[in-house]
């Protein structure tokens, strides 16, 4: 039986998908018109969007390999409009008690310094209280780096994931071939942005 279906959009802020980014992974804006669809679709379905974003601070460990990005506060930071919704809820980098309201968001933004969003502490109480095996539609950048980690966490922890083809882009065409491949052999699926908004209509 399939669990209950969640999106969720990996730092799809304005430093990766803006040509004048700091952190601009070339040739992004072309997935932006589907993460825009992706974003709608699951507002008008009701269908809640759990979104990671990069929050840095400067001397953040990830700065010796890549140049400064999505620093807090800065413009850069912010996720882009395509695929932000205005009912939000942001969860910091740092333990919080998840609000009682928290599923009436229509997305819940889970802030990181970090590749891999589960280092955020919070993240793992909140995927418990969203359910088990949900089925995830997984979708943004960058393919082989966060969204591979993002889609690795969830699979180890039991949950469906949809990998939307044509709405990642990466950095590293060879390594995103090898993620796609292993989502697959680890019983993920790579789906298009028209069969998740197609299949998935009430
Ligand atoms: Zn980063």
């Known amino acids: 039986m399939a669990g209950k279906t969640l999106f969720w959009d990996v730092d799809t802020q304005a430093d990766f998908l803006r040509p004048e980014g700091k952190l601009y992974v070339p040739g992004s804006e072309k997935i932006v018109p589907n993460l825009r669809r992706l974003t709608q679709w699951a507002r008008k379905n009701h269908v809640l969007v759990v979104a990671s974003a990069d929050a840095h601070q400067e001397g953040d460990e990830e700065f010796h390999l890549y140049p400064p990005h999505c620093l807090a ?99 590293e065409e060879a390594q995103a071939k090898e993620l796609l491949e292993e989502v697959e052999r680890r019983g993920g699926r790579l789906v298009t942005t028209d069969e998740v908004t197609g299949a998935l209509k009430n």
Do not use: M
């Open 73 to 171: 506060g800065t413009p850069g930071q912010k996720k882009v409009p395509e695929t932000t919704l205005s009912n939000q809820r942001v969860i910091p980098n740092q333990p919080v008690e998840l609000a009682g309201e928290l599923e009436q968001a229509e997305q819940i933004v889970v802030e990181k310094q970090k590749f891999n969003v589960f280092t955020n502490p919070n993240t793992d109480k909140l995927l418990e209280r969203l359910g088990k095996e949900l089925d995830i539609v997984l979708y943004g950048v960058v393919t082989e780096v966060c969204v591979a980690a993002a889609a690795r966490g969830l699979l180890e922890r039991g949950h469906r994931v949809r990998l939307v083809r044509d709405a990642i882009h990466h950095l």
